[in-house]
């Protein structure tokens, strides 16, 4: 069967968070901070484990959370727009869940890479520009 809804823009979260928890690595200066973004991206990356990220980066920083719900939305406006749906589920990790769009026509494939990829550029994009570590109390 095809799904539409919730499957698709689920997977687009992942790659959101992929693309928050690099830009929060790069941006990071203080140790302990950048060991958050590199726990968060690998977890993320090799297993598609979000809680990391979610618990440690996005719910303590308000904007970072409002930079992922507009990348997820936009992406998931163009998943809308274009009419694409999941075909198949896949094993949920960053390397092996765009595969879940595949089994349609080539066009369904394609728009949900690009979809992928819209949501991980915008949510990188986002957190590199709106990110300001907080500077701790001495």
Known sequence: G???MYLPM???FHYAILGISLAYLIKSKSGDQKTLGATCFTSQFFG????PAMY???FPNKIILAV???ACAL?????GITK???NNFGVGTYMTEFMAFMGGSKTNSIN???SCAIAFVAAFIGTFLLYKEKEEAK
């Open 10 to 12: 689920n997977f687009l």
């Open 56 to 58: 440690g980066i996005i």
């Open 2 to 4: 095809e799904e539409y």
């Open 84 to 86: 694409t749906c999941i």
């Open 68 to 70: 992922n719900c507009i």
């Open 112 to 114: 949900g890479i690009i």
């Open 75 to 79: 992406a998931s406006l163009y998943l």
């Open 48 to 51: 598609g484990v979000s809680e």
